[in-house]
Nanobody, 124 residues
Framework: QVHLVESGGGLVQSGGSLRLSCAVSGRIFDIYVWGWYRQAPGKEREQVAKITVGGSESYADSVKGRFAISRDVPKDIVYLQMDNLKSDDTAVYYC??????????????????WGPGTRVTVSS
């Protein structure tokens, strides 16, 4: 069992920065990729960044050059540094993990178990 708890959201002005955190606990050794997703009002949830256990990162085109995903391995925290925020970044942000036991992502639209996430509001 892996537990994921997001924090760090808030209200920020356009052009500002926020750093989101995802505290990971449980069968951490079973995780092979971590991801950050977001769901804007009236839109489908989308993946914005992911990082593999080997450190490879990938980003959605909409956030490339502005967002950075990283891991603090000793603390078991996954971060999403968000810079130059835009109003389009307003959304609820969620972290996710893929495990070998599950054979894929723990959270999915099928399972519906996304939790509350952390809300980011960017004012223009």
């Amino acid at each position: 069992q892996v537990h994921l708890v997001e924090s760090g959201g808030g209200l920020v002005q356009s052009g500002g920065s926020l750093r989101l955190s995802c505290a990971v606990s449980g069968r951490i050794f079973d995780i092979y990729v971590w991801g950050w997703y977001r769901q804007a009002p009236g839109k489908e949830r989308e993946q914005v960044a992911k990082i593999t256990v080997g450190g490879s990162e990938s980003y959605a085109d909409s956030v490339k050059g502005r967002f950075a995903i990283s891991r603090d391995v000793p603390k078991d925290i996954v971060y999403l540094q968000m810079d130059n925020l835009k109003s389009d970044d307003t959304a609820v942000y969620y972290c996710n993990a893929a495990t070998t036991t599950r054979g894929g992502w723990l959270r999915s639209e099928t399972s519906g178990d996304w939790g509350p996430g952390t809300r980011v509001t960017v004012s223009s």
